[in-house]
């Protein structure tokens, strides 16, 4: 089994920064893509960025030039750097990656369990 722990979420004025962090742990054989999604109340999930194993990185346009993201391979850990934060960020966020457990095993995708970050006006 693969376990995805977020942490690092909370409240935070408009305009503050905070740093969400995912820990990938169990039985991993190798990492592929990792990434932020996020649900606010009454709406669907959505992508807020994603890092591939290569360390291609790509954003949702409504957080383009203030999110960014980053992984330590060595760690299975990625994070996720949150400046000029809106009211609108306001949500559940979640960690996923695409995980192989080993050779014999198709990669899977993993969701952690989601950190809620609140920004106030």
């Known amino acids: 089994q693969v376990q995805l722990v977020e942490s690092g979420g909370g409240l935070v004025q408009a305009g503050g920064s905070l740093r969400l962090s995912c820990a990938a742990s169990?039985?991993?054989?190798?990492?592929?893509?990792m990434g932020w999604y996020r649900q606010a109340p009454g709406k669907q999930r959505e992508l807020v960025a994603i890092?591939?194993?290569?360390?291609?990185?790509n954003y949702a346009d409504s957080v383009k030039g203030r999110f960014t993201i980053s992984k330590d391979n060595a760690k299975n850990m990625v994070y996720l750097q949150m400046n000029s934060l809106k009211p609108e960020d306001t949500a559940v966020y979640y960690c996923?990656?695409?995980?192989?457990?080993?050779?014999?095993?198709?990669?899977?995708?993993?969701w952690g369990q989601g950190t809620q970050v609140t920004v106030s006006p």
């Open positions: 996923k990656a695409n995980i192989r457990m080993s050779l014999i095993f198709r990669p899977n995708d993993w």
């Open positions: 169990g039985s991993i054989f190798s990492v592929n893509d």
């Open positions: 890092i591939t194993s290569g360390g291609s990185t």
